[in-house]
């Protein structure tokens, strides 16, 4: 079982959200939606069909500064955190990415000078989300129907998950490249309140991109080899 953490499964689900905001990213990805009344994490996830051990490490883990998990991950439900990486994915590539650029393009184009300089910044972004693309498409389509096999205990499977492991670089750089353009660069000396808004969605989107690196390497990983372990001892 966990050691005592910050969140439990008594805490009222409302509490976690005014106590950290940025556990509503979270909350969603489960697929939970909003109106909890005063219940408790417990009775929200029952109600929802979500395991609730999984969504507290999942919630922990982005809140503790020295999170650790005191067992073999066998409390973990790997198909609960597939589903949550997944919504995750689909809220990067089909709405925050996108409102991005889209609040790029009304930043640079607020003024006629600076409009010339429009296609260098979509450069850089556009291929910034490519490499975000390419990389979560690789597990939606590769590394999470492997793992559902693997569950399966599914014969001939030849892939493992250390290949995801060895494919899992960042994918930060173009973002810095980036940031570091709008930053230093950018023509505009005047005040401009949208370019500032786009900053500052950049560098939150930076920031919600790595957590959810950080929940597959130190959650989803260790999970899935514990699984592929006791396969092997099975063989």
Sequence with gaps: MFKQHKF?????MSDLINENHSLLLVISRFGLSLGFGDHSVKEVC???GID??????VVNFLTEANFEVEHDYEDISIGSLINYLKNAHV???EFKLPQI???????????D???PYLPVFLKFFDEYVSEVRKHMEYEDKVAFPYVIRLLND???LTYNISVFRHRHNEIESKLVELKNILVKYYPDKGNNPLLTEVLFDVFSCEMDLATHSQVEDFLFIPAVEAVEHKRNQKK
């Design 8 to 12: 439990s499964e008594t805490d009222k």
């Design 46 to 48: 029952a109600e929802n």
């Design 52 to 57: 609730c051990r999984t969504f507290l490490a």
């Design 91 to 93: 809220y990067f590539l």
């Design 101 to 111: 650029r889209n609040k790029l393009i009304e930043a640079v184009s607020s003024h």
């Design 113 to 115: 000078q600076n409009i």
């Design 154 to 156: 599914e014969p001939g």
